[in-house]
Nanobody
Framework: QLQASGGGSVQAGGSLRLSCSASGISFSFYDMDWYRQAPGKERESVAAITHGGEEMYADAVKGRVTISRDNTKQSVDLQMNSLKPEDTAVYYC???????????WGQGTQVTVSS
């Protein structure tokens, strides 16, 4: 299972660090993603990191967000800087097995950015 944490309320320009801890899976065989879903909008990809450490970012967050993983701790973090009100959403982490494609979702963590 996946456990996300680190959400909260910040003012525009602030920073937050989200963490997602995995248990019960062979973490190093999973690509990891962060998604977000704002009210009334579809869930969208924010960032991803492959099992090999390759990082990918959505254009909306590129340059402001850094994804990282620690296979020893079985966790993936999302450092978010220069937050904007439009970053307000529930953020979810997902694990995708690199061979089977089986995916696991964590519960969401709320990020609220006020102007």
């Amino acid at each position: 299972q996946l456990q996300a944490s680190g959400g909260g309320s910040v003012q525009a320009g602030g920073s937050l660090r989200l963490s997602c801890s995995a248990s019960g899976i062979s973490f190093s065989f999973y690509d990891m993603d962060w998604y977000r879903q704002a009210p009334g909008k579809e869930r969208e990809s924010v960032a991803a990191i492959t099992h090999g450490g390759e990082e990918m970012y959505a254009d909306a967050v590129k340059g402001r967000v850094t994804i990282s993983r620690d296979n020893t701790k079985q966790s993936v973090d999302l450092q978010m800087n220069s937050l904007k009100p439009e970053d307000t959403a529930v953020y979810y982490c997902q694990a995708r097995h690199v061979v089977t494609g089986h995916s696991i979702w964590g519960q969401g963590t709320q990020v609220t950015v006020s102007s």
